[in-house]
């Protein structure tokens, strides 16, 4: 048995500086994520599960400026604690399952694979979803609406990463709103639909109230 109080002490700390959507409390709702979802899912590993939910941003390049060596840190941390094998399978499930990873081609993971995705993607919908969206969009200085700005399409995750001039309501239309059709579990894909409509009502007020006072302007339809 892995020490999970160990795991989640030590992404606690990577987490403890982060501000802009990806803090601890993010790990805290993915991992009860899974669980709920892992009550469904028999068949699935709940270590493993677990153990990818607290370590899935640890090296994420959202985090850090060296993915590489910040990958072998975590590895290293999990040596003292597990094997080789379960660390692979650890890795295998954080480097597919991104959104942006699975642009250029889409990944197929095993079911410990899909109820960590859920739960990543499920935290990314909904009223949280919208709190860490604007989380991010303030540190990243990007501009909160502005309906002259275009959607984006993205087809690799460097034009993904890459992105310049954008808008924190244009990353509802290129990400979020796409989440729901993503899911994969039976339980992941119930709390999507919720979250969904939450996201969806709140961009169209947004929409509405800006047309209130900008007559002329042009805003997409829901």
């Known amino acids: 048995m892995i020490d999970l109080d160990k795991i989640a002490n030590f992404a606690r700390e990577i987490h403890s500086v982060n501000n802009n959507g990806h803090a601890f409390d993010h790990i805290e709702r993915v991992v009860a994520l899974a669980k709920k979802i892992l009550i469904a899912e028999t068949s699935a590993d709940d270590e493993l599960v677990l153990v990818s939910c607290y370590l899935h941003d ?107 001039k954008n808008t924190t309501i244009n990353h509802f239309y290129e990400k979020l709103f796409l989440l729901k059709d993503l899911l994969n579990t039976a339980e992941g894909q119930r709390l999507g639909s919720q979250r969904h409509q939450i996201m969806l009502d709140f961009v169209s007020s947004i929409e509405r109230e800006y047309d209130e006072t900008h007559p002329s302007a042009f805003h997409k339809n829901l």
């Open 58 to 164: 640890t090296y994420d390049e959202k985090l850090t400026t060296d993915v590489p060596a910040q990958k072998a840190n975590v590895k290293a941390f999990l040596l003292t604690l597990t094997n080789e094998v379960f660390i692979e399978k650890t890795f295998e499930i954080i480097d597919h399952m991104s959104f942006s990873s699975n642009l250029e081609q889409k990944f197929i993971l095993d079911i410990n694979g899909k109820i960590v995705q859920d739960a990543d993607r499920l935290d990314a919908m909904g009223a949280w979803g919208i709190v860490r969206t604007l989380e991010y969009g303030w540190s990243r200085g990007r501009e909160f609406y502005n309906p002259d700005i275009q959607v984006q399409k993205y087809l690799s995750k460097s034009d993904y990463h890459g992105q310049e």
